[in-house]
């Protein structure tokens, strides 16, 4: 028989029984929707945090830890490895930057490092270019606003206060410096966080880039930038006010950055390979991987439960379609149709059914999933009183195509199983005894 | 065209445990020649249906042997007696079983469709064969819109539709009234004549059995042959 007539014979019948066939196809579209939109609350819940952990840092940075500072030859021979895109190193300086525009001054952190990787790793500014002069300097996003005056401090004070009693919280975005910090020169004095506080002499240096804003709103970057090369005058400049060693004042810190994130695991297998005390983002995002991969396939097993469930009226509709057509199977067999071709048409009914239901799952699943994603944040900012809900895009639920594939799977395979055994039941019918039933 | 020897089955009747032996086929022999019209006829509970269904296949004897165009047939399996009816046997049965949900039309073609064959050839041989039987005018009809006469002679068409060398029809006028009998009986004759179909006829109408060449008579599980 041509596939196209097995299809014809099998839709005749499926029109022949519309309603019960169409109630039987809501069970197992219930059932499979259940099971996907139960797992993509584990699947959503990973998303959600996986962009938490990658959003903060670079994920192809691997970090090197321990009191080990790296050589000039370590680094050398690390930059030589596969995949390895650079070394950056961080000199952090253990004081404060204290920097003045006219009225306006501000305390912030000060990092040196090689430009020219510092600006391998950081790519865009929001504003202007990466130095290329001693006395230039790359300052954070948030330079200009924490630039103050003392009436500006003054109405901060007053503003914090007010929102302080109406229970919220004033960030002080309304002040600061509003005009672009591109060629505004600066002075900039150290103060010591350790020994004597005294204040370094002023320094002249001119802001020619301002960096990407934080991946976080709540983030405040004011931080100074400069060329490593200014490590020796800024020590010159401390040396004079305290009697500090340089050692105890700059300390580096390395970061090693892979080309792509594929390649951050076996890199780092090969740093700890080779002795280094290495760790990368994703060491966390695997344990977290593993978590949420018992989560899905716990969530999974629930949800196949009620595809199971739904499984019972595919059983019940193909056994009463078998008792049914007794007859019409006894007459087929009669005039020459192989015991193979009655399962197969009997299978392909309950096959159909499976198929049919998963389809309609699928998609209201995705329905589902959107209108839960969009309600859910509403409904608890409306519950809790809490903004979070609605503005940190958490994902409630998530549906990405291994999921329909796995939930496809299951509810067409229980289907088929299902449908197994009333196909067996009608191949077995005897001949004789189907010829002899009343019409 | 057909050799049956020694043909022996025995049916176990009554409880599991208590069943009782009743042997229904007792050492058969016959033989069916090309062309011609074989009547079996005897009463109710002889043993000539269940001949039939082992002719057939529908079920297997537990001795003996049956030869169709010289290819033993009992020891089949059921996939292969399947298709083997599909190629070798056309089937008449009493009730007509003809398939409700279908049209006339669709009835007769079912057993080409179970031969894979294409739609144009199939459309071209039920029409030329429902033209020869006198059916074009009521293809589209459903079964039940036709009459018992119309139906016996679908039936008959779907036997047909598959040029088998042989036609098996099991009381094929058992549910007819007399004239319509006659009518279908006429037309019987008339495909034995002009086609040379063979026809193994099972019946308890003496009336039916006046049209077969020869006839054997069943009678308690035994198969005796009578003058024509």
């Known amino acids: ?257 892979a080309d792509t994130l594929e390649n951050v695991k076996p890199l780092l297998e090969k740093l700890k390979d080779n002795g280094y005390s290495v760790y990368s983002v994703t060491e966390q995002l695997d344990q977290m991987n593993v978590f949420f991969l018992v989560l899905k396939i716990g969530l999974i097993f629930v949800g196949t439960i009620a595809v199971l469930i739904a499984s019972i009226g595919i059983f019940n509709t193909m056994t009463m379609a078998v008792t049914e057509r007794t007859r019409e199977i006894g007459v087929l067999k009669a005039i020459g149709a192989s015991p193979k071709l009655i399962q197969r048409l009997f299978l392909m009914e309950s096959t159909f059914i499976g198929i049919f239901g998963t389809l309609i799952a699928v998609v209201i699943s995705y329905a589902v999933s959107f209108a839960a994603n969009i309600a859910l944040p509403l409904i608890l900012k409306a519950a809790t009183g809490e903004d979070a809900f609605a503005t940190n895009d958490i994902t409630f639920s998530l549906i990405p195509w291994q999921l329909v594939i796995i939930a496809s799977a299951i509810s067409v395979g229980v289907a088929m199983i299902s449908g197994y055994r009333p196909a067996r039941k009608a191949t077995k019918i005897d001949v004789i005894q189907a010829l002899r039933q009343e019409l | 065209m057909i050799q049956v020897e020694n043909l022996q089955h025995t049916f176990l009747i009554g409880k599991r445990g208590k069943e009782k032996q009743v042997p229904v086929l007792k050492g058969v022999n016959f033989a069916v020649n090309k062309g011609e019209i074989v009547a079996i006829v005897g009463k109710s509970g002889s043993g000539k249906s269940t001949l039939l269904q082992v002719l057939a296949g529908f079920m297997k004897a537990e001795q003996g042997s049956i030869k169709v165009n010289g290819k033993e047939t009992v020891h089949l399996t059921e996939t292969e007696s399947a298709a083997f009816r599909l190629r070798h046997f056309g089937f008449i049965f009493q009730n007509f079983q003809l398939m409700p949900g279908l049209t006339a039309f669709e009835n007769i073609e079912l057993p080409l469709k179970l031969q894979g064959l294409r739609k144009a050839i199939r459309n071209e041989k039920v029409k030329k064969l429902m033209d020869k039987v006198g059916l074009t005018e009521v293809a589209d009809h459903y079964p039940n819109e036709l009459s018992g006469g119309q139906q016996q002679r679908v039936s008959i068409a779907r036997a047909l539709i598959t040029n088998p060398p042989v036609l098996l029809a099991d009381e094929p006028t058992g549910s007819l009234d007399s004239e319509t009998e006659q009518d279908i009986l006429l037309l019987i004759q008339s495909l034995n004549r002009e086609l040379g179909l063979t026809f193994v006829i099972i019946t308890h109408d003496e009336e039916v059995a006046t049209i077969a060449h020869r006839r054997f008579r069943m009678y308690d599980g035994e198969l005796v042959k009578e003058e024509a």
């Not at chain 1, 219930?30 to 993509?40: D, H, N, Y």
């Open chain 1, 1 to 257: 028989m041509l596939f196209k007539d097995q299809l014809d014979f099998v839709t005749q019948h499926i029109k022949k029984n519309k309603l019960r066939v169409f109630m039987t196809i809501l069970a197992a579209t219930m059932g499979c929707a259940f099971l996907i939109v139960l797992a993509s609350v584990g699947f959503g819940l990973q998303e959600s945090l996986r962009n938490e952990i990658l959003s903060n840092e670079t994920v192809t940075k691997i970090q090197v830890y321990g009191d080990k500072q790296l050589t000039d030859e370590q680094v050398q021979e690390i930059k030589k490895l596969d995949h390895v895109e650079t070394v950056l190193e961080t000199i952090s300086i253990n004081a404060s930057a204290h920097s003045f525009l006219g009225d306006r001054d501000t305390t912030s952190n000060l990092t040196l490092s090689d430009i020219q990787d510092f600006e391998q790793v950081n790519g865009k500014l929001a504003e202007g270019n990466y130095p290329s002069k001693p006395n230039e300097i790359v300052v954070g996003y948030h330079f200009a606003q924490t630039l103050l005056n003392e009436a500006e401090r003054t109405i901060i004070a007053e503003k914090s206060k007010k929102a302080e009693a109406d229970g919220t919280y004033y960030d002080g975005s309304e002040e600061g410096y509003k005009e672009s910090m591109i060629g505004k020169n600066i002075d900039l004095s150290l103060v010591s966080n350790i020994g004597a506080n005294d204040e370094t002499e002023k320094m002249s240096y001119t802001i020619v880039g301002v960096m990407e804003k934080p991946s976080y709103d709540w983030m405040v970057d004011n931080a100074i930038h400069m060329d490593k090369a200014q490590k020796s005058v800024l020590a010159e400049s401390l040396s004079k006010v305290s009697e500090i060693k340089e050692e105890e004042v700059f300390f580096s810190e390395f970061n090693i950055f």
